[in-house]
């Protein structure tokens, strides 16, 4: 069994700052790629941000510049840095990890639950 736990969400006025935090734990034997998603109300979920656990980063355009994504392999724990934060970046964020159990042959997608960032004045 597989869980990734969010953190970090919250309300922030246009132009600050979040830190959201992915922590993976249970039987795992190794993390390919981690990734940040996010699900505006009325919107299809999109892909955020990735990084593979070699360090390779990919970002949607329309984060470029203010959002950083990293990882700490040790820890199997993913972070989003998110700054200029705009309300057009109001969403659920979900993490996803890419996981190899123990005495799996088999990788498997895993979801956190969410949590709600909310970018308001």
């Known amino acids: 069994q597989v869980q990734l736990v969010e953190s970090g969400g919250g309300l922030v006025q246009p132009g600050g700052s979040l830190r959201l935090s992915c922590a993976a734990s249970?039987?795992?034997?190794?993390?390919?790629?981690m990734g940040w998603y996010r699900q505006a109300p009325g919107k299809q979920r999109e892909l955020v941000a990735a990084i593979t656990s070699g360090g390779n980063t990919n970002y949607a355009d329309s984060v470029k510049s203010r959002f950083t994504i990293s990882r700490d392999n040790a820890k199997n724990t993913v972070y989003l840095q998110m700054n200029s934060l705009k309300p057009e970046d109001t969403a659920v964020y979900y993490c996803?990890?890419?996981?190899?159990?123990?005495?799996?042959?088999?990788?498997?997608?895993?979801w956190g639950q969410g949590t709600q960032v909310t970018v308001s004045s």
């Open positions: 249970g039987s795992i034997f190794s993390i390919n790629a």
């Open positions: 996803n990890a890419d996981v190899l159990p123990y005495g799996s042959r088999w990788w498997i997608d895993h």
